[in-house]
């Protein structure tokens, strides 16, 4: 079956623009997480969602983050204003439950010039 | 809050040899831990996991962990090295609706 599809794979944009990440999860999977991977570095949790409750952003790094999965599907990561500092590659993983697997899509890698 | 330190941002190992990838975390309650492995340009696939029962997990790809309470480790590894196995590898721990990663080791396998 399908796996996670994050859209679009790679996005450049300007400083100062927003931006917006999609996250299509594996079918039935309740849990969905969002990560970002800088450069040379591991995944840092940035927030988590149980259907279309999120239940923690507790790693979003500013206000300028949102997060949103209005139906309990699919899943949107927003940045507004973008800064250089938020060029990365960003992960969306979903899992069918607490404690299961992640399955992890191949990640949007975005470049702030 | 939970961590992992893996020891190593690059290791190694000659085609055929051991491969070694160091773990440790930091929790005072027994977690759930996993080793995830990602290729290039490829999202971060599961290789092993553990959460209770029996310490010595095996995984794909002829992987296997030990969990060791008393050394708070869970060293990842794999009897004879393929080129395929070239990748980065991350440990990663629970923590209560999330998982932790740590900064990743990536491995090299030499001809």
């Known amino acids: 079956g399908a796996g996670v599809s994050q859209s679009p794979r790679y996005k450049v944009a300007k400083r100062g623009q927003d931006v917006a990440l999609r996250c299509d999860p594996i079918?039935?999977?309740?849990?969905l997480f969002w990560y970002q991977q800088a450069l040379g570095q591991g995944p840092e949790f940035l927030t988590y969602f149980q259907n279309e409750a999120q239940l923690d952003k507790s790693g979003l790094p500013s206000d300028r983050f949102f997060a949103e999965r209005p139906e309990g599907s699919v899943s949107t990561l927003k940045i507004q204003r973008t800064q250089q500092e938020d060029s990365a590659v960003y992960l969306c993983?979903?899992?069918?439950?607490?404690?299961?697997?992640?399955?992890f899509g191949n990640g949007t890698r975005l470049t702030v010039t | 809050a939970q961590s992992v330190t893996q020891l190593g941002s690059h290791v190694s190992v000659s085609e055929g040899a051991l491969v070694l990838l160091r773990c440790n975390y930091s929790?005072?309650?027994?977690?759930?831990l996993f080793w995830y492995v990602q290729y290039p340009n490829q999202g971060l696939q599961l290789l092993l996991k553990y959460t209770t029962g029996a310490t010595l997990v095996k995984g794909i790809n002829g992987f296997e962990a030990e969990f060791k309470k008393s050394e708070t480790s869970f060293h990842l590894t794999k009897p004879s090295a393929h080129m395929s196995d070239a990748a980065e590898y991350f440990c990663?721990?629970?923590?209560?609706?999330?998982?932790?990663f740590g900064k990743g080791t990536r491995l090299h396998i030499l001809p």
């Open positions: 929790s005072s309650v027994p977690p759930y």
């Open positions: 990663a721990v629970s923590d209560d609706d999330k998982i932790i």
């Open positions: 079918s039935g999977h309740v849990s």
């Open positions: 993983a979903s899992s069918l439950r607490d404690s299961s697997p992640l399955h």
